[in-house]
């Protein structure tokens, strides 16, 4: 039990956040019902708006708590006590297994991004600069360290985070495209093992200048790392 009032306070709005999180990301803004927020929050629908001042703050605080989380965990292991080759192997199999088993931001972020591109975001550039410019500057630094010394291949740091990240991206966005072609699914469980293992060997083999020492590492990593829990979604079959 929470000792003081402010505890009780943080409780409270911490409930109302994750709630929010789910309602968001299942429903939308437009769709997502600030009643159901507060039901799932143990709240009433007076106090939720005493924390935020309406449904749109409150999409925004929500978006905001979840995605410091996720740029503060990566930062973490950015910042690692190992070489830089082996924080960026552990930084691309960290982003996998959060699409993986992060669900609930990977829905709001892509649902903010459509609403960005159609004019109509106020949260985008908020969680931008506050959340994942800190990130984004930790890695380019990552891989200019590791580049100098002349652990990884000099390339464009930036083309190296596209080869580390875009195609995590592509594996989950192209799944369903995926699986008409191939008759086969992507997100079944032992496919989705096998490809979180061949995503960081392949990264072991190509962006090192000593591509045993990149193996290596891989191998280390994905040892050391095991996969996450994580709930697969419904699929329709072909």
Not at 115 to 126: I, K, L, P, T
Request: glycine residues 6%; aromatic residues 8%.
């Amino acid at each position: 039990m929470p000792r003081n009032p402010h505890q009780r306070a943080d409780q409270s709005r911490d409930r109302i956040l994750q709630a929010a999180i789910h309602e968001f990301s299942e429903h939308g803004l437009a769709g997502a019902r600030t009643g159901a927020i507060a039901e799932a929050a143990r709240v009433n629908k007076a106090l939720l708006y005493y924390y935020f001042r309406d449904k749109e703050a409150l999409y925004i605080a929500a978006l905001q708590e979840v995605a410091g989380k996720v740029a503060g965990d990566a930062i973490a292991i950015l910042e690692l006590d190992c070489s830089p080759g082996e924080r960026l192997l552990r930084f691309a199999l960290q982003h996998f297994d959060r699409i993986l088993s992060r669900r609930g931001f990977q829905a709001l972020m892509q649902q903010e991004m459509v609403r960005y591109h159609q004019g109509h975001s106020s949260a985008m550039r908020v969680i931008a600069k506050s959340a994942f410019e800190p990130m984004w500057d930790r890695a380019l630094h990552l891989v200019e360290e590791g580049i100098g010394t002349g652990e990884l291949c000099p390339v464009d740091p930036i083309q190296m985070m596209y080869a580390a990240l875009g195609a995590n991206v592509f594996y989950f966005l192209s799944a369903p495209m995926v699986r008409l072609l191939a008759h086969a699914d992507p997100l079944e469980p032992s496919a989705i093992a096998a490809r979180r293992t061949a995503a960081v060997e392949y990264l072991g083999q190509s962006i090192f200048t000593n591509r045993k020492h990149g193996a290596n590492l891989a191998r280390t990593v994905l040892a050391a790392v095991p996969i996450p829990e994580h709930e697969f979604p419904e699929r329709k079959t072909a």
